[in-house]
């Protein structure tokens, strides 16, 4: 099959299936029987205000109803109303979708940056001293809480050393947002020529982005180096030993083999990161969408909730979708793997 | 393979199981040092509850928040609960976390990657298909959204841990099955009359088990971090359990004003029962996986 | 010590460093001068009816009353004094003999920032908004007996009531009803919103000293001083009321020198923070009771000797200690210590273990039953005390839990209309310095802040009739009757008054405590 069909074919399934986890957290979120009015009406309301409440936002329809309206609403990018900021749940993850994918590029490509090359060099000799210690601290990583970790960066780089400032957003209290250009407060303060507000979203960003990479390098060192070993015992390889490569040569074909699989493991990993950046984002009040939703989950905001994970299935299967793409385009030999 | 051999002297010195152990110390350290943490953290939790020194559900408000030190060996809390004794009975609270909530994860995920792996059609694309769906979530989005909105009780949170790590292993027994399905062994099996469910489970079972049994420590790592993290968001246990990720979100508060022990003990004792358990599933990848005993070769 | 590290740093991260070192210490920003107070949250409405987190806090800044209490300075700081009440908005007021109509007259050329002039139709207008809600403003008219109010003239205000009250002039010092710019505020209503609550949801237009400038929602709000204000203008020409979730970043701001003021710093801080160089605290007495609330409709609550028992077995010394850090008045009765007509006499639930369980034995209470006790995270006082009184009761056998429910729970599930909590944790006060007003609003029947819906018909009675009263003796002995009644029926478990503290930046004088706990920014200066 073409690969522009097979990319069709991909797209088309998303919408169904985005449709599916839709209705899931429709549902999901209303298992518990909470009953949302109590707190749009507030403290001294009376029985009248509260019916009158709840048939407006429709909570005294069937489920279906409620559902087919709502659904009908997504589709021309309505999402609903947070209870707890008042505002469209479109709006409020659109404001704080830029501080959600500073986050991530910087801490994936850092981690990324830390953990190939780890595991690439863990696997050239394994077994040996390095790879023990690459494996350890892999393990390590894979080990340590999110959020404890950035409670306990906070705690060493704030309190005890006062390094960094404390965690509490992306720029200091006394400086603006620069203009908006890519979203990034760093970059765009850069670009702008603002060097106070750049160094004081740097130094937000430090404590952060480190945390990020180090969850995330836990899993990229252990599947590089186990990628590339497999690639370092392939038939290629060993044959182009036995023709007598040098090790540089050598090490140069496992790395130009290691690369699909590799990158493939990472794109596929970022959606793993989501989870991991929202906590990072909740130690440090970042203002992402991940703190966003994970407030909203555990408030009960239905809308917002709902909206949130929404975004993430989408980030998710588009994420997917161009990894998927990426493999079709460079490894043609892979067929049609549907 | 024997592994390496022990000394000629020394050999008839040491009973066979010793012997075993060494020789699978060597293979894989790691396994062994995750073992030898895991048995530690059994052993502290079965005999918590005769060695701690203080209540660990006993409030003190006389005492709340002393540093570590004399009567209290980590200091005490926000409630003046003694924290040593809570960590040491956070032990208990986790593998009472994991061990059911593994157990869960095998028998809703093997009978389900048996039986789709046998049988295929329709029945396996479409829990093919749901457990696919299911990876766009991050695990622990799904898992916060479930709890949150069903309660924080125990059972709610094992089962949904549970629930979430069955597609892992019904992946893996499901690889394995799709293997076996065409080996002369099983199809024998089948000449010989034997009814599915017979040869699902006397058959294939016994040899696609290995791959689940060296996931089940992965997965119980998994789980104990999760419950850990719920609990820290205020989702899943609660205050005053002494569950290591409810002692950590209420260290949180005290952490940033100086009073360390009480977020920084409970993690750290997170940290190692997880290491252990991720090397010890890390070791019996290692041991079990073929592909990865020969490129370390 | 700091210098040095920071110098270390410099060599291989100018920025970060450059960025620590640049965070301004307190200081006056050029002619505008600015204080930036760091809170939980941004404001989320502005309408003094519908209470919503942020709203009381900045409402007060921007819509003043007709009344105000008077001042008296004592250790060199200001205090309201209760028992002077002077005019505000209003300038003098006459009653007609029967007490039953009121007639105040405004002050002359008082003007918002929107440049129009207060006149008697604003203050109609805002009642009727108040009337026209039936919440809280609609409590207090009730509460002062106030039926009606119209306009009689330009700078006349006619207020009628059903029965003469000694609360009203107290209440109006209140900021709600609100006394709004009615001739701003019609602008934006609408036929489904006559009384534009939606844009009061983004929006002020008062009389008070600060006018609402902008507001970026969930992060700041921005306020500016009315320059029309009729009193002298505030130091501070601009607040800005900073959202900063989390109560120990909070702390951090201040001891930073980033912000200027927090409220309500956590107590186990308090102590640290009295010390600390950079930082200034001052406390006032605290008049909101933090409580463990039973519902007297809900088994075993029902049973008076269960309650009592309850009481008894908890020893409150140590909860004031491990809950409070020692920093709140033992609470002796459900009116305020700063409240005349405050009578401790009638405690009596000294920490008695053993007569706990003999009560509960008597009331033949099943010691099997699961006994919830209900919190949230709305008052940072409510996990701890919530458990630490679990842990008492386990003591005298009883199978206590704390719980927690979502904040948004706890609050529908305390409203009137639902009130099915059997025992649940709750922090409630009077913000009138009145007993009346007090008793009215925790223990008569239809009190607002009664949400364990405790109903005993000799106390309304006693209260009902308090209300009308104006010989001040005579409600002095009703309210120590119903002090005496609430004490014996003891529906709540009585813990602690925490006291109130601010801290800010060491050159900030001015803070005058009022009886709703917060600040008001225009007293405020740098001194």
Not at chain 3, 235 to 262: D, E, K, M, N
């Amino acid at each position: 099959m073409p690969v522009g069909l097979l990319i069709a074919r991909r797209v088309l399934l998303v919408v169904p299936l985005l449709a599916a986890i839709l209705l899931f957290t429709f549902l999901l979120v209303r298992i518990g029987g909470q009953d949302p009015v109590g707190l749009l009406a507030g403290p001294t309301a009376t029985q009248a205000e509260i019916e009158m409440i709840r048939s407006q936002l429709a909570l005294d329809q069937p489920i279906w109803v409620q559902f087919g309206v709502y659904f009908g609403r997504v589709l021309q990018g309505d999402l609903g109303s947070s209870w707890l900021s008042n505002r469209p749940v479109l709006t409020d993850l659109l404001e704080r979708a830029p501080a959600t994918f500073e986050l991530m590029f910087w801490g994936v490509l850092i981690g990324a940056g830390i953990g190939i090359p780890l595991g690439l060099r863990a696997a050239f000799r394994p077994d040996g001293p390095f790879d023990q210690t690459t494996r350890f601290l892999s393990l390590l990583g894979f080990s340590i809480p999110t959020y404890w970790l950035g409670l306990v960066m906070l705690f060493v780089f704030f309190f005890l050393l006062e390094w960094t400032p404390p965690g509490m957003g992306r720029l200091s209290l006394f400086l603006e947002p620069p203009p908006f250009v890519t979203g990034s407060y760093l970059i765009d303060g850069l670009l702008a020529a603002q060097w106070e507000v750049a160094s004081s979203a740097l130094s937000q960003l430090v404590l952060p982005v480190l945390c990020v990479a180090i969850i995330s390098a836990a899993p990229i060192i252990k599947q590089t180096r186990a990628i590339a070993l497999e690639v370092l015992s392939s038939d290629y390889i060993r044959y182009a030993r036995a023709q007598g490569l040098p090790q540089g040569e050598v090490r140069r074909m496992a790395l130009r083999n290691s690369a699909t699989p590799v990158v493939t493991f990472v794109g596929t990993e970022i959606t793993g990161l989501v989870g991991t950046t929202a906590l990072i984002e909740y130690v440090f009040a970042w203002g992402g969408m991940g703190q966003y939703g994970l407030s909203a989950i555990i408030q009960n905001d239905f809308a917002a909730i709902q909206g949130y994970v929404l975004v993430l299935a989408l980030f998710s299967v588009l994420v997917f979708l161009a990894v998927d793409i990426f493999v079709m385009l460079t490894e043609p030999r892979a067929g049609a793997r549907a | 393979m024997s592994g390496a051999a022990l000394p000629a002297a020394r050999r008839g010195a040491l009973p066979w199981w010793l012997r075993r152990v060494v020789g699978v110390s060597r293979r894989s350290p790691t396994l062994a040092i995750g073992a030898a943490i895991l048995i530690c953290f059994a052993v502290l939790a079965v005999i918590a509850p005769w060695i701690v020194p203080h209540d660990p559900v006993a409030a003190n408000p006389r005492n709340v928040l002393a540093s570590p030190g004399g009567a209290h060996l980590m200091g005490t809390d926000g409630n003046g609960m003694d924290v040593f004794s809570r960590v040491l009975a956070g032990a208990g609270w986790a593998f009472g976390i994991a061990i059911p909530a593994v157990l869960v994860g095998i028998a809703v995920g093997v009978p389900l990657g048996l039986y789709t792996g046998y049988k295929g059609g329709w029945a396996d694309e479409i829990i093919m298909r749901v457990f696919d769906a299911l990876r766009v979530f991050p695990s622990i989005i799904l898992a916060l959204a479930v709890v949150a909105a069903a309660g924080p009780s125990l059972f709610n949170v094992v089962l949904v841990i549970g629930l979430l790590d069955s597609p892992v292993f019904a992946r893996v027994v499901r690889a394995e099955v799709l293997a076996l399905r065409n080996s002369t062994f099983v199809e024998s099996a089948i000449a010989a009359g034997n009814p599915t469910w017979r040869i699902l489970f006397v058959h294939i079972l016994p040899n696609a088990i290995q791959g689940a049994m060296a996931q089940s420590a992965v997965r119980a790592a998994w789980a104990v971090r999760i419950s850990a993290t719920l609990a820290f968001l205020g989702v899943g246990i609660q205050a005053p359990t002494p569950e290591w990720g409810a002692m950590i979100r209420q260290g949180a508060e005290y952490l940033v004003t100086g009073q360390w022990w009480v977020g920084i003990f409970p993690g750290i004792a997170l940290i190692l029962m997880v290491l252990g358990l991720n090397m010890l599933g890390d070791g019996l990848q290692d041991l079990l996986d073929p592909r990865r005993k020969a490129a370390s070769k | 010590m700091a210098l040095e590290r920071r110098d270390l740093l410099a060599g291989t991260a100018a920025l970060a460093a450059g960025s620590v070192l640049s965070a301004p210490a307190v200081h006056a920003q050029g002619a505008a001068r600015t204080l930036i107070v760091a809170a939980p949250g941004a404001p989320e409405g502005f309408d003094g009816d519908a209470l919503r987190p942020g709203t009381q806090e900045t409402v007060t800044q921007v819509y003043e009353g007709l009344t105000r209490y008077g001042r008296v300075i004592r250790n060199g700081r200001p205090y309201l004094n209760p028992d002077v009440i002077e005019g505000h908005l209003a300038e003098s007021w006459t009653t007609s003999p029967d007490g039953k109509t009121w007639v105040f007259r405004l002050r002359q050329g008082v003007r918002s920032p929107f440049g129009n002039e207060l006149t008697a139709e604003d203050v109609e207008w805002s009642w009727a908004k108040s009337f026209a809600q039936r919440r809280t403003g609609a409590f207090i008219a009730n509460v002062s007996n106030v039926t009606a109010v119209r306009a009689r003239s330009r700078y006349e205000v006619e207020f009628t009531l059903s029965a003469p009250s000694m609360i009203l002039l107290a209440a109006l010092t209140l900021y709600v009803p609100g006394i709004y710019d009615s001739t701003e505020v019609k602008k934006h209503a609408t036929a489904e919103d006559p009384w534009a609550l939606r844009w009061m949801e983004t929006n002020t237009a008062g009389f008070g000293a600060y006018h609402l400038e902008s507001i970026r929602a969930g992060e700041q709000a921005v306020f500016v001083a009315n320059r029309n204000y009729f009193r002298e203008q505030p130091h501070f020409q601009r607040v800005i009321y900073r959202a900063v979730p989390s109560a120990a970043s909070r702390v951090t701001l201040l001891r930073s020198g980033q912000v200027q003021w927090i409220h309500r710093p956590l107590l186990q801080q308090v102590a640290e923070l009295r010390s600390a160089p950079r930082v200034k605290t001052e406390d006032s007495f605290g008049r909101a009771i933090a409580s463990i609330r039973m519902n007297t409709t809900i088994a075993p609550f029902t049973d008076r000797r269960v309650r009592q028992a309850f009481n008894f077995a908890m020893d409150k010394q140590a909860l004031i200690q491990g809950v409070f850090f020692g920093l709140a008045e033992q609470a002796r009765s459900i009116v305020p210590p700063i409240v005349a007509g405050y009578d401790p006499s009638f405690f009596a639930y000294d920490y008695d273990p053993q007569r706990a369980r003999a009560l509960l034995q008597e009331a033949n209470f099943d010691f099997n039953q699961q006994i919830d006790i209900l919190y949230s995270q709305i008052f940072n006082w409510e996990e701890p005390l919530s458990i630490q009184v679990a842990s008492q009761l386990q003591q005298i056998g009883v199978r206590a839990r704390a719980t927690r429910i979502t904040d948004s729970d706890m609050r529908a599930r305390g409203a009137p209309a639902r009130q099915d909590m059997p025992i649940f944790s709750f922090e409630d006060g009077p913000i009138v310095l009145d007993p009346v007003y007090s008793n009215f609003l925790l223990t008569h029947s239809r009190g607002v802040s009664n949400r364990a819906r405790f109903s005993n018909p000799q106390v309304d009675a006693a209260i009902d009739e308090a209300r009308q009263s104006l010989d001040p003796a005579r409600r002095i002995e009703l309210m120590r009757t119903v002090q005496r009644i609430w004490m014996e029926e003891a529906p709540w478990i009585l813990t602690a008054y925490p006291s109130v503290w601010e801290a800010m930046a060491p050159n900030i004088v001015g803070w005058c405590p009022h009886p709703d706990d917060h600040e008001r920014w225009v007293d405020l200066r740098v001194g």
